[in-house]
């Protein structure tokens, strides 16, 4: 999808080409059409094999007030309702114990009605995130964080994998970006986002590099890139003159910067340099940042359908 090339006259009359936006939103959307009819679906069948009534259902656990993390899950248990997937909200005040959270993960372990399993990051300092995650059932984690999805990922395994990465490669689908036999540069090294997206673009056939702060001449390698993804978290660090001419540019940041004293998102590629140079680019916001929680319907789904 995305914008049809945009033509403009420069300066000198000549006529120059820019690259088309990739519609993150519009994207999304797509996805979340097409999951709530394969939701019905599956539920309508159910219904006539009397083989169950249920629908996918999502747990949501948020500990706290932190006011960022109630807008994430808000935001999701209404993507839940828009979809057709049953979300069951488990609020946990501040001080609650490590033993009370892992009490509470074990019981949606073992709860027939929850597919997928999410507690919204950060937990407070005194709980053990780790110690935590590990808690999930693997095969409910739809965040895909915890070491088993990320070792089944590593080998080319079935498993439910990390939302933001997975949302990048349905953009790349979405796009119709060939990616077998060419060069992707992942800058950022993550386990959240660059380590897992660079092990997606390989089991698609691009051949791989992973750059990260200890990276010479980071630019050089950017500028050999026929796929770029930025993960790194710094403001308009990519620059135009760090792009091949006709790449595809995936920008993952998000950052806030003030500009003339307000707030304002941007990401790790300066945009408007970039659109000079690359094909297809994808903005901040409104690129892949709402395509991580089509994702997590998704894997909400895919969890539903296995078991
Ligand atoms: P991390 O901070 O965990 O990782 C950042 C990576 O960038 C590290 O590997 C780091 O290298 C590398 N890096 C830092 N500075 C440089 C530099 N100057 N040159 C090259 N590499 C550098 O961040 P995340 O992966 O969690 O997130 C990355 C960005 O994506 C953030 O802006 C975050 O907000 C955004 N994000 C967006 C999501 C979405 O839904 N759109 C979801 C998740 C994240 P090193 O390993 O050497 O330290």
């Known amino acids: 999808m995305g914008e049809s090339m945009t033509e403009c006259v420069d300066d000198a009359n000549k006529v120059k080409s820019k690259a088309s936006k990739i519609d993150g939103k519009a994207v999304a959307q797509a996805v979340k059409e097409r999951l709530k009819e394969e939701i019905q679906a599956q539920v309508q069948a159910h219904d006539n094999l009397s083989a169950g009534k249920r629908r996918p259902g999502l747990a949501v656990v948020l500990v706290g007030e932190d006011p960022a993390s109630q807008t994430y899950v808000k935001n999701k248990i209404?993507?839940?309702?828009?979809?057709?997937?049953?979300s069951f909200h488990h609020r946990l005040a501040a001080d609650v114990s490590q033993l009370e959270v892992q009490n509470l993960v074990r019981r949606l372990n073992a709860d027939e009605a929850v597919d997928g399993i999410l507690v919204q990051l950060p937990l407070p300092a005194h709980i053990d995130t780790r110690e935590?995650?590990?808690?999930?059932?693997?095969?409910?984690?739809?965040?895909g964080l915890s070491a088993v999805n990320q070792g089944r990922l590593a080998i080319g395994e079935p498993g439910l994998f990390p939302c933001t990465?997975?949302?990048?490669?349905?953009?790349?689908?979405?796009?119709?970006?060939?990616?077998?036999?060419?060069?992707?540069?992942?800058?950022g090294r993550s386990a959240l986002v660059g380590k897992p997206v660079a092990l997606m673009l390989l089991a698609k056939d691009a051949t791989v590099t992973v750059c990260h702060s200890r990276t010479s001449d980071l630019p050089a390698v950017c500028r050999s890139a026929d796929v770029l993804v930025a993960a790194?978290?710094?403001?308009?660090?990519?620059?135009?003159?760090?792009i091949k001419p006709g790449a595809v540019v995936i920008d993952v940041g998000i950052n806030r910067i003030e500009v003339n004293g307000k707030g304002k998102l941007v990401g790790?590629?300066?945009?408007?340099?970039?659109?000079?140079?690359?094909?297809?680019?994808?903005?901040?916001?409104?690129?892949?940042?709402?395509?991580?929680?089509a994702m997590l319907l998704s894997n909400t789904f895919t969890s539903y359908k296995r078991r």
């Open 78 to 86: 209404s993507s839940c309702e828009e979809v057709g997937i049953v």
């Open 132 to 143: 935590v995650l590990s808690l999930i059932d693997p095969d409910k984690d739809v965040d």
């Open 165 to 187: 990465p997975l949302g990048v490669m349905e953009l790349l689908r979405y796009e119709g970006v060939e990616l077998k036999g060419k060069h992707a540069v992942v800058v």
């Open 232 to 242: 790194v978290g710094r403001a308009n660090m990519i620059k135009g003159s760090w």
């Open 268 to 293: 790790d590629v300066d945009y408007n340099e970039a659109v000079e140079v690359a094909s297809k680019v994808t903005p901040v916001p409104g690129g892949v940042g709402p395509m991580t929680v």
